[in-house]
């Protein structure tokens, strides 16, 4: 059973070394993000580049065509939208938020992600609870 959970978490995010990420998703992140040195991933066939900029934790994830699907920057649990921290506080009595993110897609849609409990919760931009994901 370890096995495969061990197979699983690698075929879910494998860990890749920059020459092996396609020249047009490197060259539309480094247009995005100019200067940053960056960690990749390869997940359910895209790119997910994990970076610093401004002093913000960022990610991205691109295709292979180099469109940046979206766009993940880490921010204090405190900015949360209070919409979201009171549904948490609802429907997840006495859990605590440990991390929280704001998510931009490519059409300007904005989500935000707050990690509760080892998942991660989804909500729109007006605080509307989306889904549950494991984390």
């Known amino acids: 059973m ?4 061990v197979i699983s978490v690698f075929v879910y995010a494998q860990h890749i070394n920059a020459d092996k990420v396609p020249a047009t998703v490197k060259t539309s992140f480094s247009k995005a993000h100019p200067g940053v040195t960056a960690k990749w991933e390869k997940e359910a066939g895209n790119y997910e580049v994990s970076f610093k900029e401004s002093g ?11 469109s940046i699907l979206e766009t993940e920057t880490d ?3 405190s900015k949360l939208p209070a919409t979201i921290t009171n549904y ?6 006495g859990s ?13 849609e904005i989500n935000y992600e707050a990690e509760v409990g ?16 494991k984390g």
């Open 56 to 66: 913000n934790d960022m990610s991205c994830v691109i295709d292979q065509q180099g």
């Open 96 to 108: 605590k938020i440990k991390e929280a993110a704001k998510i931009v897609k490519a059409n300007g």
């Open 88 to 93: 948490i506080h609802q429907h997840y009595k």
């Open 118 to 133: 080892g998942k991660d919760l989804l909500f729109d931009s007006s605080g509307k609870f989306l889904k549950e994901e």
């Open 2 to 5: 370890l096995y495969f959970l």
């Open 75 to 77: 921010m204090a649990v």
